[in-house]
């Protein structure tokens, strides 16, 4: 006779609460650092995540944030899906261990997909590892193809001298010229990529704390913007490295420009690195990051579901990081 098992069964999707990061924090951590060891990198170990980047990530999905339950009651998956205009990612997203291999992968998946669908989405994508081959082929079964790399990029930069200018930042703008600037900002990203929309993002990296947005103007004309965030993306670290999260410039001198704002602005903050998340799809601008001393130091294969492709800028530079 065999031995009766109890059904495993899961129920969801489920909407995240802030009263579920803990757990996610935990889940988190724990599929990521058993994914490197499955990948060789057994000395690796995934921290957990600042919960305020939980939270900006959960405001930003909005009901795109989901969690799965299993019999007893703990999370057993999850997938935060985003959409920023027409543009849809989904990120972070993790099945629990002794959970993955029973088909739940594919159901957050699938689940995630119809929701950015139904809400409008023409490009579906995600960044995952190019050396985990596994979730390439994964994801391949469920219709993503390759597309180009996220090159994380960095450079160590020096504090600010006195008298070299400061950046024209959003938080410092009057609150009608904030409200302006937003909409400057919303016209140059739809006209770079029609129907992509960053403003969600850069409203709430404003409300939860997590950095700003620098704007770079010509004659009067916006012509580049940035949104940067400086906190910690590790639980209970301090942060010494500005993040590029968002970058929409007009052309080659725009994106110059709009490079070494963002360069003076982490000077002017104490902070002694930039680290740029440029998407490969604009060979141009990773080649001026190279020329202006930037070192590789990660990079995440986007891929984009068969029918619903990324689309990259006609001109200028548009970067949109798939992950938080």
């Avoid at 700003?212 to 004309?221: H, K, M, P």
Wanted: aromatic share 8%; net charge neutral; hydrophobic share 45%.
């Amino acid at each position: 006779m065999r031995a009766w098992l109890p059904e495993r069964t899961v129920t969801g999707p489920i909407p995240v609460t802030v009263q579920d990061v803990r757990e996610l924090n935990h889940l988190f951590a724990e599929s990521f650092t058993d994914r490197y060891r499955r990948d060789g990198l057994v000395g690796v170990r995934v921290p957990e995540l600042n919960p305020k980047v939980w939270e900006y990530a959960l405001l930003d999905a909005g009901h795109g944030a989901m969690l799965w339950r299993d019999e007893a009651g703990a999370i057993a998956a999850f997938n935060v899906a985003h959409r920023c205009g027409s543009e849809g990612w989904m990120g972070p997203l993790a099945v629990r261990i002794d959970r993955q291999g029973t088909g739940l992968g594919k159901t957050i998946v699938r689940t995630a997909v119809d929701w950015l669908i139904d809400q409008g989405a023409t490009t579906v994508g995600l960044e995952t590892m190019p050396r985990t081959v596994e979730n390439i082929g994964f994801y391949a079964r469920l219709g993503f193809v390759p597309g180009h790399l996220t090159v994380t990029m960095s450079q160590d930069i020096a504090v600010r001298r006195r008298g070299q200018p400061v950046p024209a930042l959003l938080s410092t703008q009057a609150a009608a010229d904030q409200e302006r600037s937003v909409a400057a900002v919303r016209g140059l990203v739809s006209t770079l990529g029609p129907g992509c929309d960053f403003t969600r993002e850069i409203l709430l990296t404003a409300e939860v704390g997590l950095g700003d947005t620098v704007l770079v103007s010509d004659g009067g004309e916006l012509t580049a913007m940035v949104l940067w965030h400086t906190a910690s993306l590790a639980a209970d670290r301090g942060s010494d490295e500005l993040r590029v999260l968002k970058l929409a410039a007009r052309d080659a001198s725009a994106f110059e420009a709009a490079v070494t704002a963002v360069e003076r602005s982490a000077a002017s903050l104490g902070l002694r690195r930039v680290a740029v998340r440029c998407q490969t799809g604009y060979p141009g601008a990773f080649r001026a990051l190279v020329a202006r001393g930037y070192q590789v130091r990660w990079t995440d294969l986007r891929m984009s579901l068969d029918g619903y492709p990324e689309r990259l800028a006609a001109r200028g530079v548009l970067f949109s990081n798939w992950e938080i």
